[in-house]
């Protein structure tokens, strides 16, 4: 299934993966891959036998962590991400103290949009908020094409810092039209989401237009990252998980796809998540990602029916269990290995972002148990897959239709 190509092979040899590692930045660890083998992170999103199961954590940088306040300095998040020293340095603090097998880049899925000046800031403690919400058609003329070397130069410069220093492969992300809309349209951070639903339902052409300015912007960040030296991209669908699959079939997954498809001739891997979206899997995979986000709240085993085998898993300890003790987390990362049967398209990761509460200390122990427990070398026995079901959802049509 997986598409390894030239460029992916080569981003394998020329980045990341064995390269020496700074001793002032980035631990050494007994368990660094050799310098020509492919990293596990790439290697298990291939769905390839290799001699661990990668781990990494959604929101590994940031709050949870002590080093990162004196870092972030004052004002947003978004202040923060415009310095390429800073982002850098608060890229590389998890991966120094966990031995995770990714970095991911310090940024916020608001980012593109803010950087056109569509009106969107980050209120530490809430989250994105716009003074002025999108609700009419008047409304798009505040959402400019990106620019990335205009709009988003600091990005690619904290990417080419982190490509040297890094000996893992580094992620970068956008958010799905979907959730980008959510924050846009609702104007702050909301459980039911009634706005954004009822623009989708009542206004469908603007709906469709708003996703398709926002898949364009997604397309042309993650395009930029990959260019400055990302080597895997996910796109985050935090919240779809709130809709009908129907719903998701014609309003969404159209846009997404839009975006998995325009990023096919990169060769780098496609990661796609969000939470809550166990009726949503199989759409998740066949919009075209590589690697599909799993929440805790979906066993790996059923997830993979669910994608019919096709797609790389990742997950999905569930956050607030990480803030247990430590035999409670020590069972379920053991559950959730048993439960993958040493399937090598596993990534561990958490269900969803770490939360700010978290003690580090459990973090790290969680990667030493991974490492040291986690097999990968299973040969893939797809006749246990579930057939996808009859009417396989991968839109495009669906964009032609509307
Ligand atoms: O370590 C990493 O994972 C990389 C950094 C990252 C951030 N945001 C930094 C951040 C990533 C991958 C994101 C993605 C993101 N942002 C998502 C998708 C992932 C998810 O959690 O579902 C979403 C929905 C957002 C929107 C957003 N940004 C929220 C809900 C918040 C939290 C608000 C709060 O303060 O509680 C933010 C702010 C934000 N983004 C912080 C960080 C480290 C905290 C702000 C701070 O330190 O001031």
Request: glycine share 8%.
């Amino acid at each position: 299934m997986n598409i390894v190509t030239e460029r992916e092979a080569g981003s394998d040899a020329a980045n990341p993966v064995g390269a020496p590692i700074p001793s002032t930045n980035v631990t050494t660890s007994s368990t660094e891959p050799a310098a020509d083998q492919p990293s596990a992170l790439l290697r298990a999103a291939r769905q390839q036998p290799g001699d661990r199961v990668p781990v990494w954590f959604m929101r590994q940088a940031g709050r949870s962590l002590p080093e990162y306040f004196p870092v972030r300095g004052e004002g947003t998040i978004l202040d923060a991400i415009q310095v390429p020293e800073r982002a850098t340095e608060i890229t590389l603090q998890p991966v120094r103290r966990y031995g995770v097998d990714a970095a991911i880049l310090f940024s916020d899925i608001v980012t593109p949009v803010w950087a056109v000046g569509f009106g969107i800031d980050i209120t530490p403690g809430v989250g994105p908020e716009c003074e002025r919400p999108f609700r009419t058609v008047d409304d798009l003329s505040r959402l400019r094409p990106l620019d990335p070397d205009r709009d988003l130069g600091f990005q690619a410069e904290t990417i080419r810092n982190l490509t040297a220093e890094l000996s893992v492969p580094l992620i970068g992300f956008a958010g799905a039209p979907f959730t980008l809309a959510a924050y846009m349209v609702e104007g702050r951070p909301s459980k039911n989401h009634a706005k954004v639903k009822g623009l989708m339902a009542e206004q469908p052409e603007l709906w469709h237009e708003l996703c398709d300015r926002l898949a364009d912007i997604a397309i042309a960040t993650l395009r930029a990252q990959v260019e400055a030296g990302a080597a895997a991209v996910q796109l985050f669908d935090s919240w779809a998980g709130a809709l009908h699959p129907d719903h998701y079939r014609r309003f969404v997954a159209p846009h997404s796809a839009k975006i998995m498809a325009a990023l096919a001739d990169l060769g780098v891997p496609r990661f796609h998540f969000g939470i809550n979206t166990s009726e949503l899997l199989d759409q998740f995979a066949d919009v075209g990602a590589d690697v599909v986000g799993v929440d805790w709240r979906t066993p790996l085993a059923t997830a993979r029916r669910r994608t019919g085998g096709r797609v790389a898993l990742q997950g999905n300890l569930d956050p607030s269990l990480c803030l247990a003790s430590w035999p409670v987390v020590e069972a379920e990362v053991r559950r959730i290995l048993a439960d993958n049967q040493g399937h090598p398209g596993h990534i561990f990761n958490l269900g969803h972002g770490v939360l700010p509460e978290t003690d580090p200390d459990i973090l790290a122990e969680v990667v030493k148990l991974v490492h040291a427990e986690g097999v990968a070398n299973r040969p893939v026995d797809r006749s246990a897959a579930e057939t996808p079901g009859p009417e396989p959802s991968v839109p495009g049509g669906e964009a032609g239709r509307r």
